[in-house]
């Protein structure tokens, strides 16, 4: 699991059928040929990106027993399953997406827009109280322009951090999913401002050829 060694890669042909199209045919060949694809399915977890949470738990310490826990993006559940996993009989655990998440047990979710302004409200409501970690794997469908597709990703980590400054008990972490140069800008200021310690990682279960790294912020220093 996190920490062995990459699991090894297929190389299953797909034909392009009559009903397919090429982008679908691509998408079905790099599923089947995906070891974390398949080692995800026998393991019994919902995502193989299950696999880059449990990683950065085991890099960092993120998860520990009784914590409460918002994952902000979180169908199908692969990383709900893993903080209920981890923290035991106690301790929260809340996520949220606009997808229909099926049931995960141990986890409670809100399927809502997150930056509907109702719903960092219904999620701290759900929480009943500060959260020790704040999750983001959020990530919107792209268009394709590059600058706009840029913005949209900024401003799902902003909405995500403003969210995290808002409930995150002082001691807190911060994780969030970056793109390209990682978290710049404003965004890095204010982690660094907020928290003690902030650091990019990029898990061996995200695609080599994906531009996409998390940025680690822990250390929350609270509210004034
Ligand atoms: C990479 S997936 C998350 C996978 C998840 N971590 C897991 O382990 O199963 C990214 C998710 O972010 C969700 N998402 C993107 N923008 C969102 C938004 N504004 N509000 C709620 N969910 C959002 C997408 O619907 C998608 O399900």
């Known amino acids: 699991m996190a920490g062995e060694a990459k699991p090894r890669e297929l190389n299953i042909h797909v034909k392009t059928a009559k009903r397919r199209d090429y982008a679908s045919t691509l998408w ?67 996520g949220i997406d606009y997808l229909h998440v099926p049931a995960v047990p141990g986890a409670d979710i809100l399927e809502m827009d997150f930056l509907d302004e109702e719903a960092p409200v219904r999620l701290k409501e759900m929480l009943g109280g500060e959260a020790d970690v704040v999750l983001s794997d959020m990530a919107a469908p792209t268009t394709g322009h590059r600058s706009t597709d840029h913005l949209r990703i900024v401003a799902l980590a902003e909405a995500a951090l403003d969210y995290a400054e808002d409930v995150l008990a002082p001691g807190g972490a911060f994780v969030c999913k970056v793109f390209a140069g990682g978290a710049e800008g404003d965004l890095l200021i204010r982690l660094k401002q907020n928290f003690e310690s902030v650091k990019h990682a990029k898990p061996k279960a995200s695609r080599s050829h994906s531009a996409e790294k998390y940025v680690v912020a822990t250390g929350f220093r609270g509210r004034e």
Do not use: T
């Open 28 to 94: 079905l060949k790099r599923q089947l040929n995906d070891p974390y694809v398949r080692k995800a399915k026998a393991e019994g977890w919902r995502s193989r990106a299950a696999y880059k949470l449990l990683e950065l738990d085991e890099k960092f310490s993120l998860l520990k027993p009784g914590a409460n826990i918002v994952d902000l993006g979180c169908a199908p559940g692969g990383w709900l399953q893993v903080a209920v996993k981890a923290i035991g009989a106690k301790g929260k655990v809340v």
